[in-house]
Antibody, heavy 125, light 112 residues
Framework: QITLKESGPTLVKPTQTLTLTCTFS??????????VGWFRQPPGKALEWLAL???????RYSPLLKSRLAIIKDTSRKQVVLTMTNMDPVDTATYYC?????????????????WGQGTMVTVSS | DIVMTQSPLSLPVTPGEPASISCRSS???????????LIWYLHKSGQSPQLLMY???NRASGVPDRFSGSGSGTDFSLKISGVEAEDVGVYYC?????????FGQGTRLEIK
């Protein structure tokens, strides 16, 4: 059974760096095709994809936020960490991590199937 | 970036009646392997998003068969054959063809 859980600060000040940790179980990030993604949802707004790290350490970022984001994995500790620099009140949102399965070329899956419960982050002085 | 456009944005439905949500992409989501990289999620209030459909028409594990997905290329739809009270929430389409992956604006389904 795959589970994921986000952890990190609930309140950060403007200009600070946010560090979120996704701790997962039930799969290995060294398995071909596996990945972990990060998303956010500001209050009253739509979901937004932020970043994705694959089993082979390929890292992808939202172009809008690429200069502020970094994603790394610790396969042995079963954690994925997302950092976002220079936080602003507009970054106030619920942040989610999710398991991604790409499948194979001839038998793809290509979806985030299991999500963490989310963690609310408020940016305020 | 691929832009995803959903309609309607609000969908009031009488229990037992069918419902349909449309999702259009600004580029074809048809992969060279013949599959459409289109996903549907249901986001219920206070919960994390729930995977409904992947590759446009494949129901995720545990999803009731009243949900069905169809479409190819740039035009997709999610249909509910008979809406139940538990189907209330915001439905999102999302593409997974390439990064950045992008979502539609969301369709809020409510019970009349």
């Amino acid at each position: 059974q795959i589970t994921l859980k986000e952890s990190g600060p609930t309140l950060v000040k403007p200009t600070q760096t946010l560090t979120l940790t996704c701790t997962f179980s039930g799969f290995s990030l060294s398995t071909t095709g596996a990945g972990v993604g990060w998303f956010r949802q500001p209050p009253g707004k739509a979901l937004e994809w932020l970043a994705l790290i694959y089993w082979d350490d390929d890292r992808r970022y939202s172009p809008l936020l690429k200069s502020r984001l970094a994603i790394i994995k610790d396969t042995s500790r079963k954690q994925v960490v997302l950092t976002m620099t220079n936080m602003d009140p507009v970054d106030t949102a619920t942040y989610y991590c999710a398991h991604y399965g790409s499948g194979t070329y001839y038998n793809p899956f290509a979806a985030f199937d299991i999500w963490g419960q989310g963690t609310m982050v408020t940016v305020s002085s | 970036d691929i832009v995803m456009t959903q309609s309607p944005l609000s969908l009031p439905v009488t229990p037992g009646e069918p419902a349909s949500i449309s999702c259009r992409s600004s580029q074809s989501l048809l992969h060279t392997n013949g599959y459409n990289y289109l996903i549907w999620y249901l986001h219920k209030s206070g919960q994390s998003p729930q995977l409904l459909m992947y590759l446009a028409s494949n129901r995720a594990s545990g999803v009731p068969d009243r949900f069905s997905g169809s479409g190819s290329g740039t035009d997709f739809s999610l249909k509910i054959s008979g809406v139940e009270a538990e189907d209330v929430g915001v439905y999102y389409c999302m593409h997974a063809l390439q990064t950045p992956m992008t979502f539609g604006q969301g369709t809020r389904l409510e019970i009349k």
